[in-house]
C-alpha cells in the first residue's frame, strides 16, 4: 500500500522531522500541500509542543506527524563529563568561557506518559519515533486514538524488530540521510548502509509499508525510491532553505556554499551519530571520538562555545545537520518544493 | 543512451573488475550471457595479462572489458615505512616473522605504454580506468582502436573532470561500493555520498552515458537504477560466490556469515580507503589510520601475516573486499546471476 492511501494523503512525501532548524511552520505548509509535514517534538517543552499542536490543528485539516525520541536516557557520569570538559578546555579559554559556569545536561527528553497526556487532546495522526519505540504501554496509548506509528530503522534487524513490537510502517534509513542516525539495537557503525543497499533488504524482510530515506533529493530520488517498492519517501535536507524553516543564516550560507559537498557522521554534537557539514568541532576532534559522553549528555557543555562562535558569525561549534544530498534545496516555498518532489 | 546500445551488449549489466576475486572465466562467463564481463589487470604481469585476454577472445566474441589503475606510484618514504612496520612489529612477533625479511613494495602497476603495446594486439572494446585517467598520449592510444573508454567518478567534480579529459561514459561509484574507492580528484573522504545522492547529481552534470555502481546487489536495485536514469550498472558484490569468481574460501565463509553486515573503508591493506568486511586488522588499528603508507605500498608488509594467518584459517589481515549490500550473493553460475540481475 503507498503512503498515500496509508496516511490519507495527496503525495508520497513525508517532510522529516528536523529538530533545531523548523517548527509548525514548515509542517503545515507541507501538510496543506498534500504531503505529510512532522512537527519535531524532541527539543520542545511541554508548553511549546501544545502551543506548537494548535497551530497546526489551526491551519490544517490534513494528515499531519508528530516525531519524538524514545532514547533510555544516560546517567550523567562525572569521569565522562570530566573527559568531555577537558577536551573542550581549549575552546573555553580560547572563547573565554568559565568552565565552572556551564551546565552539564543534555535537553533531549524521550517520549513520557505526561507527553502521551498532552498528545492526546489533540490525537496527531501520525506519531513516529527515532532509537526505536516507547514501551509498548505508550504505544497502545498512542495506537489507541487511531494514530500510525512510524519508526526508522537503519538495519534489516531493525526493520524485524520495529514490525514485531508494533510499527505500523518502517522509514529504511539510509546513511545518507542528515540527522541522527535512528540505529538503536546496536551501536556498531559497520552495519550502516547506504538507501540503494538498504531498502531493497528491508522491503524483503517486512510486509509493513516501507519510506525510503536518505539521499533523496528531488523528483528523480522520488522516482527511483518508488521503483524500488518502496511506499513512499521521506525527505529532509532539500527543505532545509525553505521559506518556513528557522534554519539559521549561518547554517544556511554552509549549505549554499561548497561546503554542502563535505559531511560526516559525528557523535561530538550530542553523543550520538548524526549527520552533519563539517566544521571546526569536527576537524579538531575528530568527527566520531571517544570523548563526549553518551546522547544527549553532550550538548550542554557545547552551548557556551556555539554561542560565543555564533556571536561571531562562525559555526565552529554548531549542529549544521544536512545529509549528503543538499543537491535539492531550495529557497522556496515548502508547499512549491513538496509539489516539486512529487512532480514525477 | 543506454549501454546496451552503447557496448553492443544485451543486458544492462556491467560486471564490476575485482582485482583477487576472479580472473578471465568470470568476464568470459558475463559476456556470453549478454552483459559486459569485465577483468581486472592492476595485479597481473604482462605475461599473465596477455594469457588471459588470450583466453577471453578465445572463448568470447562479445564486448567485453579490461581494467587498469592509473594511479601515480607512490615514492617509497623509509620514515612512513618505519612507521608501518612499527604499528605491523605486535603481529609479526606473533606469527613468528622475521621483520627483515618483509619486503616493501605494493605490487600494483599502473596503465603504461608498455601495456597499452600488449593490448594493441587484442584491441579489448572496453577499457575501464580507476583513480582517473592516464595520459593524454596513452588515453588516445586506448581510443586509436576503437575501444570504449570509461571511469569511475565518486563525486560531482570528478565525473566532470572525467567527461572533460575524454571517458566516453563515466561510473558513479556510491559510497556502498566494495572495493577501493575510485576518488582521485581529492583524499577527502567528506566528499563521498551513497547511490542514492550521487547518481542524480552526476546525471545531471555530465552528458555522457552514467553506469550506477554501489549497493545494487538485485534485479531491484538495477530497476531503481534505471528508473533513475542510469544507462547501465556495474554489480561486483554479488558475484564473489559465483561458481567462475576465485574468491577464497575463507572470503566466501566470511560472505555467506553475519560478518557480510559489517563493513568499513579501510586504507590499512593497501593505503588508499577500499571497503571490506571488518577483520582483525581494521578492529584493533581502526580501519582508516595514519599508519600504513600512501597506496600501493602497504601491502607488501602485510603479505607474510596474511599467509601465516590463513594458514591456521583466519583473515585477519586478508582483504575481503564486499560492498555494504551482500544480499545478492549467489553461489550460482554467472550467466544464471547476470540473468538475474537484469531480469525486470
Redesign the interface.
Known sequence: MNIQNFFGIELPIIQAPMAGVQSSALAIAVSNAGGLGSLPCAMLTPESLRAELAAITAQTRRPYNVNFFCHTPAVPDAARDAKWRSALAPYYAEFGIDPDSVSAGGGRAPFSSKLADLLEAFKPPVVSFHFGLPSPELLHRVKSWGAKVISSAT??AEARWLEANGADAIIAQ???AGGHRGLFLSE????Q?????????V??AVRVPVIAA?????A??V???L???AAGVQVGTSYLLCHEATTTALHRAALKSERA????LTNLLTGRPARGM?NRLMRELGPLSGAPPAFPLATSALMPLKAAAEKLGRDDFSSLWA???T?GCREIAAAELTRLLAAN
Not at 556498531?188 to 552495519?191: F, I, N, Q, R, S
Not at 548502509?193 to 533488504?201: C, I, K, R
Not at 536518505?214 to 528531488?218: C, S
Not at 559537498?261 to 560526516?264: D, G, K, L, V
Open positions: 538495519t534489516v539510509g546513511l545518507e556498531d557503525l559497520t552495519t548502509v547506504g538507501t540503494m543497499a538498504l531498502l531493497p533488504q522491503l524483503r536518505g539521499g533523496i533529493a528531488d528523480h530520488g522516482k527511483a525510491a521503483a524500488l517498492g559537498e563535505h559531511t560526516a563539517y545529509g549528503q544530498n543537491s
